[in-house]
């Protein structure tokens, strides 16, 4: 069973402070996605990686999937209050068409 | 962007009675769609994968005479879930692939067993 760890579970932070959030896993994904998902809603593509040691921007996000394309990485800069939510990462083994789900981050940004 | 819908966005039911939940590709035809459950404060775990025009894949420890899977046309996959118990309360969601664009979630169904 593929499971994939992130950490912290929850994270409380100030506007304006910056933030890295961590997706571990034993198993080698083909690609890592993350979402970011609203309650009541369901999840929102951020970005996919697909290729060891890519490193993908989206404003003040930026995205690292591991040269073993084991683990990836979510680093926020300058927090703003719109950031709060559920952050999930997801991969996608190349033995199976079907992608698997983090534990997940809860992410709380104070003004 | 593609669209994946589902049908209610919430529902509540007595224990021990039937609930149908839809999820349609709206532009697009998905041959392969998945279900997943929520508990809150959890993440998404992955129930079964549905398959247009075969019988549904489901994951370890889910029983599939419980949630019945139908994809039974390339836009619809339905999720029954038989005889309702209060734990079967949760927020379920269903996701499909289109090409290039990669997995599409639909806004999920909340529903509560009383």
């Known amino acids: 069973t593929q499971l994939l760890e992130q950490s912290p579970q929850f994270l409380s932070i100030q506007e304006g402070e910056n933030l890295t959030v961590y997706c571990n896993s034993s198993s080698v994904f083909s690609s890592l996605q993350w979402y970011r998902q609203e309650p009541g809603e369901g999840p929102v593509l951020l970005v996919t990686?697909?290729?060891?040691?890519e490193v993908k921007k989206l404003k003040r996000l930026t995205f690292q999937f591991g040269d073993a394309r084991k683990d990836s990485s979510l680093h926020i800069t300058a927090a703003q209050p719109g950031d709060t939510g559920l952050y999930l990462c997801a991969g996608e083994s190349s033995s199976a068409s079907k992608i698997i789900f983090g534990s997940g981050t809860r992410l709380s940004i104070r003004p | 962007g593609a669209v994946v819908s589902q049908h209610p966005s919430w529902v509540i039911c007595k224990s021990g009675t039937s609930v149908k939940i839809e999820c349609r590709s709206l532009?697009?035809?998905?041959?392969?769609m998945f279900w997943y459950r929520q508990f809150p404060k959890q993440s998404l775990m992955l129930m079964a994968t549905s398959n247009e025009g075969s019988k549904a894949t489901y994951e370890q420890g889910v029983e599939k005479d419980k949630f019945l899977i139908n994809h039974a046309s390339l836009t619809l996959s339905t999720l029954t879930v038989t005889s309702a118990h209060p734990e079967d309360s949760s927020f379920y969601i269903c996701?499909?692939?289109?090409?290039?664009?990669?997995?599409?979630f639909g806004s999920g169904t909340r529903l509560t067993v009383v």
């Open positions: 532009d697009f035809q998905a041959t392969t």
């Open positions: 996701s499909a692939i289109r090409g290039s664009e990669g997995y599409t």
């Open positions: 990686v697909v290729t060891g040691g």
